[in-house]
C-alpha cells in the first residue's frame, strides 16, 4: 500500500484541561500518514483518482481550529475518524505533538495508528 503523508501541520486549537488552557489557544504540530493506493492516479494524473491531500489538510484544520477539548486523546481520535471516514482511508498514522507542554520538553504527545495497512 502506498503512503500520502502530512508533516509538520501545525494549527491552533484550544486544548487542555487547565483553566489557562481553556481561554488561550495553543500550537498542536500533526504528522499523518495515510495508506492509499495511488495506482489509478498514476496511470490517470488526474486529482479524482487519489486522496487530495489539499482537501485533507482543510477539513483537518477547520475541525482542530474549532475544537475544544480537554485531552489531546479526544483530538487525536476525532482526527483519525474524520480521515478514515470522511476520505476512505483504510489506515492512518498519527502523531500529535502538543509542543511545551512539559516544562524542560521540547516535545510532547501521542502516537497513534487506526484501520489496515494492507
Known amino acids: ?4 503523508f502530512l508533516g509538520g501541520l501545525e494549527i491552533k486549537t484550544i486544548i487542555g484541561i487547565y ?3 481553556r481561554e488561550t ?6 504528522d499523518i500518514q495515510m495508506a492509499y493506493d495511488i495506482t489509478p492516479a498514476a496511470k490517470s494524473d488526474e486529482i479524482v483518482d ?11 484544520i477547520s475541525f ?3 475544537s475544544k477539548f480537554f485531552l489531546v486523546e ?6 483519525a475518524n474524520i480521515i478514515r471516514t470522511e476520505f476512505n482511508v483504510p489506515w492512518v498514522k498519527i502523531i500529535l505533538n502538543k509542543k511545551g507542554a512539559i516544562r524542560g520538553a521540547s516535545d510532547v ?3 497513534i495508528e487506526r484501520g489496515e495497512k494492507n
Do not use: F, N, P
Not at 1 to 4: C, E, K, V, W
Not at 50 to 60: F, G, P
Not at 74 to 79: A, F, H, N, T, W
Open 64 to 66: 482542530v481550529e474549532t
Open 25 to 30: 489557544k495553543q500550537t498542536v504540530v500533526l
Open 50 to 60: 487519489t486522496l487530495d491531500y489539499k482537501a485533507v489538510s482543510k477539513r483537518i
Open 109 to 111: 504527545g501521542i502516537i
Open 74 to 79: 479526544k483530538l487525536i481520535e476525532e482526527i
Open 1 to 4: 500500500m502506498d503512503i500520502i
Open 19 to 21: 483553566d489557562w488552557e
